[in-house]
C-alpha cells in the first residue's frame, strides 16, 4: 500500500466514524462537482474540526474568506445558535450560486451570506458598515494575498476571536525561502505576522490525508 493510499484509508475511517457525511453534506458535494467547481474542498473530517472549534469558541459570528461551493459553509453555520450570523466572500458568481443553493438546502440561508467580488475589494466594504466583531474567521481563498486577510482579520475581530488559515505547508515548499511561487511566499508572509504581530499569538500544524500533504495555522486575538 503506498503512503498516500494509507492517509486516505485513515481518513476515511476517521470521517466515517467521528464526522459521517448526511445528505445535505453530500448533495453539496455532488452539487459542486456537477457545477465544475474545483475539488478543492476540505475533507469531512477538516470540516467538523472548523464547527468543534468554532462551538469550543462559542462563536456567534463567523467570517469565512473563501466560499467556493458553501460545503465549509455549512460545517460553520452548524456552529453557529439560531440568531447568530455568517458571512463569507466568494470571488466566482457562479460558485456563490452554487454556495447560495447548497446553504439554502441546509437551512442556512437566513443566517448566511455570500458576497461576491474580490475578497480585497469586500473587506473594506464589510468594514465600513461597522458591523459587530466576529468571534471566528476561516481563511481559504487566494494565498498571494493571505498576509492581507490576516490584517483585515485582526481589524474585524475581537480580543479572543480565532482564526484559521487554511493550506498552509503547501506540501513542504513552505519551508523554501527563495520559493518564486506566489503561494508559498504569501503563505511565509502570513506565517510571519502571526509571529511577529503583538496582537497574536498562534501555531501551525502539518496534515497528511485525503488532501494530500499541507496544514493550517491557528491563532488567537490578544488583547
Excluded: C
Excluded at 474568506?65 to 458571512?87: C, H, N
Excluded at 494575498?145 to 488559515?165: D, F, M, Q
Excluded at 497574536?200 to 490578544?222: E, H, M, N, P
Aim: charged share 25%; aromatic share 6%; no cysteine.
Amino acid at each position: 500500500m503506498s503512503e498516500s493510499q494509507l492517509w486516505n484509508d485513515v481518513d476515511d475511517y476517521f470521517s466515517t466514524l467521528l464526522s459521517p457525511a448526511d445528505e445535505t453534506l453530500a448533495a453539496a458535494l455532488r452539487d459542486s462537482d456537477a457545477a465544475g467547481l474545483p475539488p478543492i474542498n476540505v475533507a469531512p473530517n477538516q470540516g467538523k474540526l472548523l464547527q468543534l472549534l468554532a462551538q469550543i469558541q462559542g462563536a456567534r459570528r463567523i467570517l469565512e474568506i473563501g466560499t467556493l461551493g458553501g460545503y465549509s459553509t455549512i460545517w460553520l453555520g452548524r456552529a453557529l445558535p439560531a440568531d447568530g450570523r455568517l458571512i463569507t466572500f466568494e470571488y466566482e458568481a457562479m460558485h456563490a450560486e452554487v454556495a447560495r443553493r447548497n446553504l439554502a438546502r441546509a437551512g442556512l440561508d437566513k443566517i448566511s451570506e455570500v458576497r461576491v467580488g474580490p475578497a480585497l475589494e469586500s473587506l473594506p466594504k464589510l468594514a465600513e458598515e461597522n458591523p459587530e466583531p466576529f468571534d471566528f474567521v476561516f481563511i481559504d481563498a487566494d494565498k498571494v494575498n493571505n498576509p492581507h486577510y490576516i490584517e483585515w482579520a485582526l481589524k474585524l475581530t475581537r480580543p479572543g476571536s480565532v482564526i484559521v488559515l487554511d493550506n498552509v505547508a503547501r506540501e513542504g515548499r513552505v519551508v523554501d525561502a527563495g520559493s518564486p511561487d506566489p503561494s508559498v511566499r504569501g503563505t511565509r508572509s502570513a506565517l510571519e505576522l502571526i509571529a511577529s504581530h503583538p496582537k497574536l499569538s498562534g501555531t501551525a500544524i502539518q496534515t497528511v490525508g485525503s488532501k494530500g500533504y499541507d496544514g493550517f495555522a491557528l491563532a488567537r486575538v490578544l488583547p
